[in-house]
């Protein structure tokens, strides 16, 4: 039996902090840069666009957050007050990695609600696998080097003269979602075995992770493998299992992560930092049987929470009426989605105070 706890209940009991008032909550935008983005994004820019909410000085004015066309937005996540003077001190930072075609933005409730608990947080558009630029197959295939654009964007916004003064680059932790959680996993010190993951697709061809996501419907298992041969791929793909540790890190936090398979057991359960894990019972994209519950049973250390009814589009930002109408799909939800977010946040406020405080 592995020794991480599993729960099944999402019962949430507000923590004492969240009767007090809520600090302000800034938000700023940077661009980094690493080579291995030229090859992912569709336009060969090596450009790692990355959004940025931190404690902002009292009176900031807040503006509600939004993902859509203007006025007629499909989703929204709390508010943030653009450009905001930082509040005085020097802040934990975390590095935020979204999924397969999300976005900086569609992470916002999560980031904005850790800022306004003392965190500055950090989450980058992964080049070619977001969803405000082309999808490229190199963005998924390679996905890897995702690991390089949190720790552009972290290099980034130490050098940034405004934020750097403001943020511990020695207190540093990592979120994931989904394919995130895989990015997260590697930045953290996994290497992974792309072997691996195409062995178990072989012989599991129906699992969530093995079959063509919604976000690109197109990109079947066998078109994967044709283009990771390409000469233009292969390089890349030879350096799947390269180290991309992230130093300082001191914890990991992960939403229903994907990818899992690709990882030996024993290099998850060499994993020097605390792991927390939350997942959804019916996740269909990114089963917990196999993916968390692999962390889980690798990893004596790590935490595993599953909760009753979530599944795996419960971790994106609330959808509007609109949006409801246009992306069912990204909407359908059975578990109350505002309470598995309550439950995500605190047990990231859980993982995090105990390490980086």
């Known amino acids: 039996m592995p020794h991480a706890l599993v729960l099944l209940s999402c019962l949430f009991v507000p923590p004492s902090w969240a009767a007090q008032p809520a600090p302000a909550v800034g938000e700023s935008h940077g661009v980094a840069h690493t080579a291995s983005a030229a090859v992912r994004d569709a336009g060969h820019s090596d450009r790692v666009r990355y959004t940025v909410w931190y404690p902002a000085q009292p009176g900031a004015q807040e503006q509600p957050l939004a993902i859509g066309p203007p006025g007629a937005p499909l989703f929204q996540e709390g508010s943030s007050a653009v450009d905001a003077p930082v509040a005085a001190g020097r802040w934990p930072l975390l590095l935020v990695s979204h999924g397969n075609g999300g976005s900086a933005r569609m992470m916002g409730w999560f980031g904005t609600a850790l800022a306004r608990a003392g965190y500055v947080v950090v989450a980058v558009d992964h080049p070619g696998n977001n969803g405000v630029d082309p999808m490229t197959d190199a963005g998924s295939i390679l996905p890897w080097n995702r690991a390089d654009d949190l720790a552009a964007a972290l290099a980034a916004v130490q050098a940034d003269p405004v934020l750097s003064a403001h943020v511990d680059a020695d207190r540093v932790g990592l979120v994931g979602y989904s394919a995130g959680g895989f990015t997260a996993l590697v930045a953290a010190g996994a290497r992974p075995d792309m072997s691996r993951l195409i062995a ?158």
């Open 200 to 357: 178990f697709c072989q012989s599991s061809p129906k699992d969530g992770v093995c079959l063509p996501q919604a976000e690109n419907p197109e990109l079947t298992l066998e078109r994967r493998m044709a283009a990771a041969a390409t000469p233009g791929l292969a390089p890349w793909v030879a350096g799947a299992g390269e180290d991309r540790r992230i130093p300082d890190v001191r914890g990991v936090f992960l939403m229903a992560p994907a990818i899992v398979q690709a990882f030996e057991p024993g290099e998850l359960g060499r994993l020097e930092v605390p792991v927390s894990v939350v997942v959804g019972e019916v996740d269909k994209v990114a089963s917990s049987a196999t993916n968390s519950k692999v962390i889980a049973e690798a990893n004596g250390k790590a935490r595993l929470q599953v909760l009753p009814l979530v599944g795996h589009y419960d971790y994106l930002a609330e959808c509007t009426a609109l949006g409801r109408e246009r992306v069912g799909a990204l909407c359908a939800v059975e578990a109350d989605k505002a309470a598995t977010h309550r439950v995500a946040i605190e047990q990231a406020r859980m993982l995090f105070d105990s390490v980086l405080r």
